[in-house]
Structure formats: C-alpha cells, structure tokens
C-alpha cells in the first residue's frame, strides 16, 4: 500500500521527507499556538471547555461547548455562569454564581458560592472542606456556547481508539499529500 | 516493467531477479489536479538538472524554508511545554513571547516562500575550468497556464535564466532568458502516465537553446554598460 510513497521518497530524497515531517508538525504546533493564544487573550487557561454532566440543565446539557473569558478587573456577580476548579479535583465544574462577598480592598477581591441550576443544594459539599470559592479558584465565566460540539471530545475521551484512529487518519493525510 | 518476486524455496525452472528499483518507473499522476501535473513535471524537471553531468543543486530556498520552520517547532513545542508545567498566572509572560516569536517565524518563512522563492523550482550551480574558474548558474521556475479557451488545455510555462560568471560572480561573461509553455496533454496520456522521455526531450532542447543562445553583456544592446 505504501510502495507508491516509498518509491517517490527514494526518488526525491531525504530533503522531501524532512519538509513533509516540518510541514505536519507545523500544522500541530499552530493548533497548540492557536489555543495558547486564545488562553493568553481571555485569560483563561481553558479558554473552551465540554460540559460533561447535567448539572446546569436546561441552560446547558452534556456535550455543549462553553466559551470562557476571565476578565481581570471585573468582579463576579450573582448570575454568572462560573467554571471553577476546585484545588485537589481534576475536573472542572460549570455552575452559576448564587452569591458573592467582597474581602478585600479591591472589587475583584471576591469570595462566591456556587450551586448548579438543576441541583437541590448548593456546592459547599463539592469545595472539598472550603467554605467559600476564591477568585483564584475560577477559571472563567461563560460569554457564549454551542450546543452538541462537545460530543465529539465526549466520545473520544470514552473512546480513546476513536482519538488514535482520528490522529493517525489526520497525520497520514499530513504526511502524504504535497502542497504545491 | 513489472515487478518480479522470487519465492525463497521456488523449485520453478526459470528464477527472475526480484526488481528492486526500476529506473524506468512511470510517474502516474491524477489527470485532473493540476497541481499534481505541475508537481510531477517539477519533480522531472529537478531530476534531469540535478543529474551529476549537469547542475549541481542549490539548496539555499529549501534549506531557509527548513531552517524557519525548525526554529518556529522548537519555540512552539518549548512554549507548550512550558505552558504544561508552569501555573498559568505565572506562565502568561512567556506564554505571549513565545507565542508572538512562533507567528512571526511561521509569517516570515510563508513570506519567504511567496515572495523570495516564489515560482523557482530549482536552482543549480556548475564550475567549469577554463583559463579561470567560470561559474554556470540556472534558475528555473514554473506556472500553470489555464486553458485559454474551454476547448483547449492548459498548459506549463517554464522559466529559465543561466547566468555565466566569474571571479566569484563578480563578473558577468554570458547570460541569457528563455521562456516556454506546452500543453500538459503533450506529456501526459488519458491515465495520467508522464512520457518522460518526451519532456526530457524538450527540456533538453531549452536548455541548449537556453545556453548556447546566451550572450556577453558588452554585445548585447539592451544591457546596461558596466
């Protein structure tokens, strides 16, 4: 199946080998550099995020997808959508903000509770022994979503064969076809 | 010519050689991608110049081109990598510098590519000895001309400069610019199999064309006198 390939690489040499592999890692890194970028500009290390549970219904379902910003100098308020990490927990929590207290000197100085639209109780179980969630502790509020896109990384997360044969399906494309 | 393979314990009368590269091995392409038309007869093109009696190969386009996108890789990769392990408030400076330096080596190689090595396909170098050292230098590059009419085909266009020089370029002995454009149907059959030897024919005329047509600047009327 690869002798046609093979053959052409013979013919042309190392130096195509060596553009192709440039060109297909170039691709990668620009996605990783795309996504970094759009961390920096909403300050956000997770600027798109998947929801995975049905906390926040019928806001959101599982497999939307969230868009975040963090904005620096703007405090939370009661009706945010909040996504927050709490330290010790891997996965983050989409849930509104039901209450926010000022600490400190400056408006962002923020303590907030959180409960899930769809949940009788609030998240103070969820803190894992913290009363109360600091700014340091959110990654971003909600500014946008699109319903359904997130299944895709649902189904691959639940089916790492499927993320393999996608990755593998893309960068045999990558490698094999020349840009003119 | 097909390719034979010989089975390890065959006990047939007549053994064939297994084939391993066959130097007359068609270059079949699609008919009808264009860019793959063009790119088949670049690759022919490259070859036939770059054969050891003619030019020797210059790589300065395509080694700038690998140089640019090493560099963007290694700052991008060091960027990710940094980004993973570092916290994010704390990473953010370098994040942005690294980020920013990738687009500007990604951007600067795209412009090189487009603007600098733009059409070139090849070009090739060749010393020769004479009373002193004269050094020959061709640039070819090529386009796709569409069709003119809906009832006609495109063609190829190729460019060529030569250039003869010596004392390191310093000066300028011959020179000379041809240009020429074929139909693809000239190479290509209905299954999209090169006839290289008929476009090695014409890239043979060119080039002799090309170089025995060359003239010395202090003749010709149209150069700019030293």
Redesign the interface.
């Known amino acids: 199946m690869f002798s046609d390939e093979i053959?052409t690489i013979?013919?042309?040499g190392v130096?195509y080998v060596?553009?192709q592999v440039?060109?297909f890692?170039?691709v990668i890194?620009?996605g990783?550099?795309i996504w970094?970028?759009l961390?920096?500009v909403t300050n956000?290390?997770s600027p798109i995020v998947v929801v995975l549970s049905g906390s926040m219904e019928p806001a959101f379902y599982r497999g939307d997808l969230l868009f975040l910003m963090n904005p620096r100098n703007t405090p939370y308020v009661v009706g945010d959508i909040t996504v927050y990490k709490v330290p010790g927990a891997d996965i983050p929590i989409v849930h509104r903000v039901i209450e926010t207290h000022t600490v400190g000197p400056l408006p962002t100085d923020q303590s907030l509770l959180t409960k899930g639209d769809n949940n009788r109780l609030d998240d103070l179980e969820l803190y894992k022994g913290l009363r109360w969630l600091q700014r340091?502790n959110i990654i971003g509020k909600v500014h946008g979503f699109l319903p359904y896109v997130g299944y895709v990384t649902i189904a691959m997360n639940d089916f790492p064969q499927l993320k393999y044969a996608l990755l593998g399906f893309l960068g045999l494309m990558a490698l094999i076809q020349?840009e003119? | 010519m097909p390719r034979k393979k010989v089975a390890a314990t065959s006990t047939a009368p007549e053994q064939q050689p297994e084939v391993v590269?066959d130097p007359l091995?068609p270059v079949k392409v699609n008919n009808a991608n264009l860019?793959e038309l063009?790119?088949a007869l670049d690759?022919s093109v490259?070859?036939y110049f770059s054969r050891p009696d003619q030019f020797r190969t210059n790589?300065t386009h395509?080694n700038v081109?690998?140089g640019l996108?090493?560099a963007?890789?290694l700052v991008?990769?060091g960027?990710?990598l940094y980004?993973w392990k570092t916290e994010?408030?704390a990473s953010?400076m370098i994040?942005?510098i690294?980020?920013l330096l990738?687009?500007l080596l990604?951007a600067l190689q795209t412009a090189y590519t487009y603007f600098i090595e733009g059409k070139t396909i090849f070009v090739g170098k060749r010393k020769t000895l004479v009373n002193r050292i004269e050094t020959e230098t061709i640039t070819l590059s090529s386009e796709t001309k569409p069709a003119p009419t809906p009832t006609s085909s495109p063609s190829y266009s190729l460019i060529l400069a030569y250039l003869r020089s010596s004392h390191g370029g310093k000066t300028l002995i011959k020179r000379n610019n041809l240009s020429q454009a074929k139909d693809y149907v000239n190479f290509f059959d209905s299954e999209g199999t090169l006839d290289e030897g008929a476009f090695i024919a014409w890239l043979r005329d060119l080039s002799t064309s090309l170089i025995d047509g060359a003239t010395s600047p202090i003749n010709d009327p149209d150069s700019v006198p030293r």
């Open positions: 053959r013979q013919k042309l130096r060596v553009l440039l060109n890692t170039q890194i620009s990783l550099m970094k970028a961390g920096i956000t290390e340091k020349r003119s | 590269q091995d860019v063009k790119l690759d490259r070859r790589n395509s081109r690998i996108g090493v963007s890789v991008g990769t960027t990710g980004g994010f408030e953010k994040v942005t690294g980020v990738y687009f990604t």
